[in-house]
């Protein structure tokens, strides 16, 4: 199994000012890279404390990659639905050289009504703006003269500069929540897979990642080469009672953050996001012992979050873990315990 | 007066892969913050040799932040047209946290008809798109609960995260070519003002000077704050013979690159961009020596090119100069030694 850190941060300016929180991200990016894990991961959110501090995540991941020479850096994820393919496939082609070919590049479809608005993008027009979005990235990186004649853009023939670092293209992940339809195609195109368990009961996730390994078989992609990537909010200490609590306090904040994000889904309806009008009734419902017990979040001892990767492994096989180690606000020091504990006493039992 | 680096490559893949490019400019950035050097700059342009490997300037300037405490980091320019102002001045305000309050945001309106095109955005919204995103992200920065009602974008009520470093907002520049009426606006907004005088006859550009620091005046900033920074190429050698070879091929090769850019003037015509069908004129009529004596480019030795800048000076006031130091592609060793006889023996006779 491979680990990593991702940056989903829920502060606002009441919470801690942007320049401290950049900083002791990209601290905790170096200790990252000290430790050995194998990639950090940035979101794109706006507005909402709901990862709002993100909102560009390769600006992040640039200044990251200036500050490490190992590590791999992710977008988790980029949305192609609110910047032009043009400028994306630009700035990541730009964030793959300046890291040595250290990008992999992650796009998600965006899930909130209000970025949705703000964007003047409409929402039912997500699914295909991000199948747009997403291959004209990949052909403008592995073709030169590419002629683009889409639904939404029209440009060429161009060739990209700069070209990528990773030829033909650097390699790409997509992002689903809860929608089948969205693993089984990451698998059909030969791309990995972006999952929050957190989200969906243990089965659901073992469905999808039955459907995207599936349709990676089918489709003749090398065998085992399938990534996927699952993130869990985290929360390590040595004493169980300090790490129940944190964690408690952690997942209870991401959980109000995400209450102020999601409440448009309250009176939104998309055949693009069927069912997500759940989501506020979900959040509602939040249960840290419930979540904790199912491993939905990993939270305890080094020895309790040891046992819980073993589940994890079990029920989904040999994935990516990216920790979000920020997400509900700990102290920074919370933060630099969880990811030394974990990388340190967690880590060494998962080495492929 | 204060002098910098400006990042205006003119390489493609066949001159230089973008990973060795990328690590030579960040290379030169650690060694102009060594030198002393007040700022370095980068450009946006798109898919020609002519800056086409600086698409997106913020990418480079978050990686340059991360290797650097003190110098400051001008983006020269970004182009509103070509990104939502929600996302502009969002990874703006990321980089000016990520750099402690170092970015000066320079904007400007784009000139290359064929960038108009691939972005489909017409022409003649040059100058309209231009004002709305400045001053959408001048607002996002400055306000909280900010209500967008604008011709192109339309969101709000929102309060842009992360709140920039710089309060009330990041020093604002905006960038003109051949109008006049762009440095009055300047003037009258209190922004700074980038001009490359390499373009323009030197009366020009002593007339777009005045009208810009009479607005300025009329308008009741604070005399003396107002900021003109001036690009030029830059190359020196301690040889006047080595200097004057090696800048007249680095012009010869900015003049092709630039030829293909601007190919599309001979068959546009805007009435946003009035006399521009005549640069493809003026670039055909090439002539280095004649640029060295009117000084619209730095080349020489320390001695000879100190002389330069007393004309520059006498001619224009107390500017800021941003060299260009790669442009043409001179050798990364050649680079490195403009940088260094500039910042050791030319800049100390112009200590502020
Ligand atoms: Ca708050
Ligand atoms: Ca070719
Ligand atoms: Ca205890
Ligand atoms: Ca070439
Ligand atoms: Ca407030
Ligand atoms: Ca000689």
Redesign the interface.
Known sequence: MKFGISFFPTV??ADK???R??AEC?ALVELAEELGYDHVKAVEH????YG??S??P???L??????TSRIRLVTGAVLPA???P??LA??L???D??S??RLDAGFGRAFLPDEF????VPIDESRSRFDEGVEACRRLWAEEDVEWRGTY????P??????P?RQPHPPILVAAALTPSSCEAAGRNGYGLMLVPAINPREKVQDMLGLYRKAWADAGHEPGADVVHLSYNAYLAEDADEAFAGGDACSLRMNHAMRDAVAAWGRTRSDNYVGYENIVKKIAQHDFAGALADNRLLVGTPEQVTGQLRAIRDWFGDVTISLQVITGNPSYEDAVRTVRLFGEQVAPHFAD
Chains 1, 2 share one sequence.
């Open positions: 606002g300016p000012d942007a320049y929180h950049y990209l706006y507005f909402f404390e709002g501090y909102p560009d390769v600006t992040f640039a200044a990251a990659a200036a500050r609110f910047t032009h043009i400028k630009a700035k082609a730009m964030l050289n300046i040595g070919g608005a703000w964007f003047e853009h029209r440009f060429g161009v060739t990209l500069l700069p070209r670092f």
